[in-house]
């Protein structure tokens, strides 16, 4: 049987998610919705939608999503799918703060599963460095920098991770209180 499923969001992420769900034999994509679709269209057999709200109106039974919105619509669309009992992969960070992660928490059953990738982890680098940490080399880490981010980047004014209304205070902020 195959899961039904539902990207919300179809930047680089959502895209290499969808790259995913077509090689995987055991997913159904049924739909798919971002904000730089000009209107509402089907191919494929897949439904694609401007808004991400008309995902939830379809007829077909949906199992899944995966959320790869801008962190200030994280929560939000978490919310809404856990209260129709839909299971939910969302990219990283939960929330823009810790009060959003709160509201997310009050929807959580037994029903349904609520996953979050933080898939920095897997990064070359962030792999290597733990190597060398578990190896004693250092000696006893005491504490630990880590620097990631695109401020140097020339579109650094039209991206949106720059901006504290929608980006939230990133990772640590909403995983750490």
């Known amino acids: 049987m195959k899961i039904n499923v539902a990207i919300i969001g179809l930047g680089v992420v959502g895209k290499k998610r969808r790259e995913f769900i077509k090689n995987n034999k055991n997913y159904n994509l049924i ?5 730089l679709f000009k ?3 089907v191919r494929n057999k897949v439904s694609y939608f401007k808004n991400f709200e008309d995902i939830f109106k379809i007829d077909a039974k949906l199992d899944a999503i995966f959320i790869t919105l801008p962190n200030y619509l994280s929560s939000k669309v978490t919310i809404i799918a856990l209260k129709k009992n839909i299971h939910v ?3 990283k960070p939960p929330a823009k703060n810790y009060e959003e992660l709160l509201k997310v928490k009050k929807y959580l059953n ?5 996953k979050y990738g933080f898939n920095h982890r897997y990064h070359y680098s962030v792999m290597e460095a733990k190597k060398i940490i578990d190896s004693g ?3 006893k880490l005491l504490w630990l920098r880590g620097v990631y981010g ?4 020339i579109d650094f004014h039209d991206n949106w991770r720059n901006y504290k209304n929608f980006s939230g205070g990133g ?3 909403a995983a750490t209180r």
């Open 171 to 173: 990772i640590l902020p």
């Open 39 to 41: 209107k509402n269209f």
């Open 110 to 114: 037994k029903k349904v599963k609520l």
């Open 89 to 91: 992969f969302c990219e």
């Open 31 to 35: 739909a798919v919705s971002d904000v």
């Open 150 to 153: 695109k401020a140097g980047s």
């Open 137 to 139: 080399k250092m000696g």
